[in-house]
């Protein structure tokens, strides 16, 4: 199945290569080279994936993201392009809802994995069941994540690990375990996943009197119950 993408990067040059690349790797490349237009094509077309440079005239890309999930309300997966690699631009960008990040200059073969991994993890999400877990729950098939009945926001990366946690409940999963599953061969640097991590606690647990996530030093995380 050939994947529809929006690819929003300035740089004429390195959009025409990038481009190119994609489409031999069988995906259906769209193309804009200003904020303000790649925000309107993200939001009147139906794309499988959006990869969007930071540095933009007229928005940059955290304000596209931001937009795209406010807005369309979706959780369609989005990779962020940046030669801008401190762990605050990161935090920045996943609170802005992306799924990835990737620094410039980037091998066009990482691109790709990457890319097809954001979207065949949120394509093979789409499941009919519900998980359960104290007052959180997890529905697969419409991806929605409840507690105390109120509708928790989750990046699709986030979700995936909310997931694999609350299957694996009580167990322990270690990083290198959470890794592998979200990236498998392709891991990024520790503080992609610290940042989802931090992300994820933010929203299932700060604004909750009784929390779930649970790190153990040296070993990992696990979502359990309050006792």
Not at 6 to 23: F, I, K, M, N, S
Not at 97 to 107: H, N, Q, R, W
Not at 212 to 224: D, F, R
């Amino acid at each position: 199945m050939a994947y529809s993408i929006l690819l929003v990067e300035d740089h004429a040059e390195l959009a025409a290569t990038t481009g190119e690349y994609l489409e031999a790797c069988g995906y259906i490349v769209d193309y804009a080279m200003d904020g303000k237009t790649g925000l309107q094509l993200a939001l009147t077309n139906q794309y499988d994936g959006l990869v969007l440079d930071v540095m933009l005239p007229g928005m940059n890309g955290f304000q596209i993201c931001s937009e795209v999930r406010k807005q369309s309300q979706s959780d369609i997966p989005i990779l962020m392009l940046t030669a801008r690699d401190q762990i605050e631009d990161k935090l920045e960008g996943f609170d802005s809802g992306a799924d990835d990040y990737l620094l410039k200059p980037f091998d066009f073969s990482e691109l790709d994995a990457r890319l097809n991994a954001i979207i065949r993890r949120f394509k093979g999400e789409l499941e009919s069941n519900t998980l359960t877990l104290h007052d959180l729950k997890f529905d697969l098939k419409t991806l929605q994540v409840t507690r105390q009945e109120q509708k928790l926001k989750l990046s699709p990366t986030g979700l995936h690990i909310l997931k694999v946690l609350m299957r694996r409940s009580p167990e322990v999963v270690t990083k290198q375990e959470l890794e592998k599953e979200l990236w498998g061969d392709m891991v990024p640097n520790s503080d992609v996943l610290r940042s989802h991590l931090y992300n994820l606690r933010k929203v299932i647990d700060k604004p909750f009197e009784e929390k779930l996530l649970q790190t153990l030093p040296s070993l990992g995380l696990k979502i359990v119950a309050p006792e």
